[in-house]
């Protein structure tokens, strides 16, 4: 049984033992427009709570993406860095971003769950 | 100051469009497609494009307007034909470009597209260099519609008759709903179009028509895709009143019977810059892989030194990669020469390129 929860700065994070899988909402996606561009954390390196952990890109600007908790990067999504627009087609699923051996699972707890992250949503729609 | 609405702004509005505040209006920068599908759509199909926040400025005058004018724009007005457009810019005496427009000679004078966010410094430079001698209307009753790409000639004319034998770079006199609309064969995506002056009463029901006929709307991020393409500059980002016409490789614009004569506005710097060179140089720019330069990213030589800065960046959905343009040490402006972008703190390989990114050809005659 994994729970799926969310982070002001619209990444979605899903938990499953101590590996952490992270990709951005599909309300994100909807604020960015056509993704064309994704950088991401190389795998074995170390990203801390809040930190800058990769960018996307839509024709119109660069957004950093954030990771919710801390955590050594051990696998990364390939096919999003090939292909960008599968984010748009399929954010909060197959074009995960990358994911994270967990060090601290309290991390988890300031997020948010489903419900309250739709109606954060809603109010940050500008 | 108060936001200001287009008269499509409702149209806009049902097709769900995303606004953007630009040059005090409020723009649609996107539909519901997405600024992808809005690029695509105008290279395959026909893209509507409202720019009626551009500035229409109707000067009235003769022969001794064309002379005046002749002082301020680096062109052989007097051989300009009637209804036929010319691309210029308005300069400062040191030859930096305050605006870039198109000028067409109209019957009773001439009719210049300006920039939105330039237009009111325009009308004020015009107006102290033409010393309030002509009748001079920068006309907001009337709304500017581009429709551009290959399908649009034949679904224009199924709307206004007659448009397709226009030939490029000339317009004439039209009429829609009994309405006297302008009408010319230009645009700036690097497709064939053409852009349309009408009341603004009936541009709503024009581009409903257009709709109707099979266009899409596209908004302000498609736009800057499609010219970014094209190779064509954006006034505020590829040219401003620090570069020249001949810094910006604009050359092409200006008449060589001018130059012989030179007596325009800034004429001393663009014939000493024509002789001697110039110090830096707009050129197009494409990076190696995927990574994006934006306007603003400092551009290197392979000994690391800075040469330049990219000022139009994006991803082009044609070329599928991504495009930019900036201004270069001259000597690093020659095609293929390897440059490096540094873009998040890290080098980036690039090459210098020629312009444009992506080429259809213009259409030259009628049809």
């Known amino acids: 049984?994994?729970?799926?929860?969310?982070?002001?700065?619209?990444?979605?994070?899903?938990?499953?033992?101590?590996?952490?899988?992270?990709?951005?909402?599909?309300?994100?996606?909807?604020?960015?427009?056509?993704?064309?561009?994704?950088?991401?954390?190389?795998?074995?390196?170390?990203?801390?709570?809040?930190?800058?952990?990769?960018?996307?890109?839509?024709?119109?600007?660069?957004?950093?993406?954030?990771?919710p908790v801390s955590g050594e990067v051990v696998d990364t999504n390939q096919e999003i860095v090939d292909d960008p627009s599968k984010i748009n087609q399929d954010p909060e699923n197959s074009a995960?971003?990358?994911?994270?051996?967990?060090?601290?699972?309290?991390?988890?707890d300031s997020l948010m769950n489903k419900d309250d992250y739709d109606k954060f949503a809603k109010e940050t729609t500008t | 100051m108060e936001t200001k609405k287009t008269s499509l702004y409702k149209l806009h509005q049902n097709c769900n469009a995303k606004f953007v505040e630009f040059a005090g209006y409020q723009m649609p920068i996107q539909y519901a497609e997405g600024i992808v599908e809005e690029h695509k759509f105008t290279r395959n199909h026909s893209g509507i494009f409202d720019v009626s926040h551009m500035g229409q400025l109707f000067i009235y005058g003769g022969d001794e307007l064309i002379k005046d004018l002749e002082?301020?724009?680096?062109?052989?007005l007097k051989n300009l034909k009637l209804n036929h457009s010319k691309y210029s810019f308005l300069m400062n005496k040191d030859a930096g470009i305050q605006d870039d427009l198109i000028i067409t000679k109209i019957n009773e004078g001439f009719l210049i597209i300006l920039n939105a966010a330039c237009k009111y410094n325009d009308l004020r430079i015009l107006k102290e260099l033409l010393s309030e001698k002509y009748e001079m209307v920068l006309d907001e009753?009337?709304?500017?519609?581009?429709i551009q790409g290959p399908k649009s000639s034949q679904i224009l004319n199924e709307v206004v008759i007659g448009v397709k034998d226009l030939n490029f770079m000339s317009g004439n006199w039209f009429s829609f709903e009994k309405q006297k609309i302008y009408i010319t064969r230009s645009g700036y995506t690097g497709e064939d179009g053409f852009e349309i002056s009408i009341s603004n009463d009936f541009a709503d029901k024009l581009t409903r028509e257009l709709i109707n006929k099979g266009s899409k709307l596209v908004g302000l991020g498609a736009r800057d895709t499609l010219r970014l393409e094209a190779g064509l500059c954006l006034y505020g980002h590829d040219l401003d009143k620090d570069k020249t016409p001949v810094e910006a490789n604009l050359k092409w614009a200006i008449s060589k019977e001018r130059i012989s004569k030179g007596d325009f506005i800034g004429s001393d710097i663009i014939i000493k810059q024509l002789n001697n060179g110039v110090a830096k140089i707009r050129v197009g720019i494409k990076p190696e892989g995927r990574i994006i330069a934006r306007e603003k990213t400092k551009i290197f030589n392979l000994s690391d030194v800075h040469i330049?800065?990219?000022?139009?960046?994006?991803?082009?959905?044609?070329?599928?990669?991504p495009v930019a343009m900036g201004y270069v040490v001259n000597q690093f402006s020659k095609k293929d020469t390897k440059v490096f972008l540094e873009v998040r703190g890290k080098k980036h390989a690039a090459s210098i390129c020629s312009l444009p990114f992506y080429k259809k050809s213009y259409v030259k005659g009628a049809n």
Do not use: C, Q
């Open chain 1, 1 to 67: 049984m994994s729970e799926v929860k969310y982070s002001k700065e619209h990444e979605w994070i899903k938990l499953e033992g101590d590996v952490a899988t992270i990709g951005i909402t599909k309300h994100a996606t909807e604020m960015l427009g056509d993704i064309v561009f994704t950088e991401l954390p190389e795998k074995g390196s170390n990203v801390e709570k809040d930190g800058t952990a990769g960018v996307v890109e839509s024709t119109k600007a660069a957004s950093d993406v954030y990771t």
């Open chain 1, 96 to 108: 995960w971003f990358f994911k994270l051996k967990i060090k601290d699972k309290s991390e988890m």
């Open chain 2, 141 to 146: 009753n009337r709304s500017l519609i581009a």
């Open chain 2, 71 to 76: 002082k301020i724009f680096p062109l052989d």
């Open chain 2, 308 to 321: 330049g800065e990219i000022t139009s960046g994006t991803f082009g959905p044609s070329v599928n990669g």
